[in-house]
């Protein structure tokens, strides 16, 4: 059975640093790794989706990498921003159309 | 940009009765999923959906769900008698297919059982 688990749970940097937000699942036959934002009371915004073949995918600030092998994928964010306090959560599926089984999240508090 | 919708945000129901919970995927998409976050816990997955019939669901979905697509648009999640322990933010989801595999969430249904 997948487990997923992202490290650390909550985090908090200064205005302006850069950080990684670390995920790790224990089956590295997944077919997508998929990063997800999370305001409080919120719904869930995409923010990256990498297939198994990726190793990475970059979108404004945002850069995930994905190792299979070892069966982790790290979400790096750059020039870190106050907007972007929110809880990351990641989630990885087995199958192109199948189910995502996520993390239970790290909540980053970006201080100004 | 198009987008998942859920109706209603909030319901408050009592227990043992029934609930349903609407969702409207993004209209060219064919795959849809609920999935549920109770307070302070993982999201996971209850179900998913493909051309008029469940294409797989979770232990946590039994006899008391079920999920139906009843016209071309909507696409709902039936509780049919309301434990307190279903308590939870549901979300609704919706993926295009045909090598486009991003899941798109909508902004939740909160229910509460009281």
């Known amino acids: 059975k997948q487990e997923v688990t992202q490290i650390p749970a909550a985090l908090s940097v200064p205005e302006g640093e850069n950080l990684v937000l670390n995920c790790s699942f224990t089956?590295?036959?997944?077919?997508?790794l998929q990063w997800f934002r999370q305001d409080p009371g919120k719904g869930l915004t995409s923010l990256l989706l990498?297939?198994?073949?990726?190793r990475e995918q970059t979108s404004g600030r945002l850069n995930a990498s994905l190792d299979k092998s070892s069966g982790r994928s790290t979400l790096y964010i750059a020039a870190s921003q106050p907007g972007d306090s929110a809880t990351y959560l990641c989630a990885v599926s087995d199958g192109g159309a199948q189910k995502l089984v996520f993390g239970q999240g790290t909540r980053l508090t970006i201080n100004p | 940009e198009p987008e998942v919708t859920q109706t209603p945000s909030h319901q408050v129901t009592q227990m043992g009765q029934e609930v349903i919970l609407r969702c409207v995927p993004i209209s060219n998409h064919l795959y849809f999923y609920w999935y549920r976050q109770i307070l302070g816990q993982k999201v996971e997955f209850l179900v998913s959906f493909y051309n008029n019939e469940i294409s797989e669901k979770s232990e946590i979905f039994d006899d008391q769900f079920s999920v139906e697509r009843p016209d071309g648009s909507n696409f709902t999640l039936k509780i049919r008698s309301t434990k307190l322990e279903d308590s939870a933010m549901y979300f609704c989801a919706s993926l295009k297919g045909a090598g486009a595999y991003e899941q798109y969430f909508g902004p939740g249904t909160r229910l509460t059982v009281t």
């Open positions: 089956d590295s036959a997944i077919y997508n």
């Open positions: 990498i297939q198994s073949s990726q």
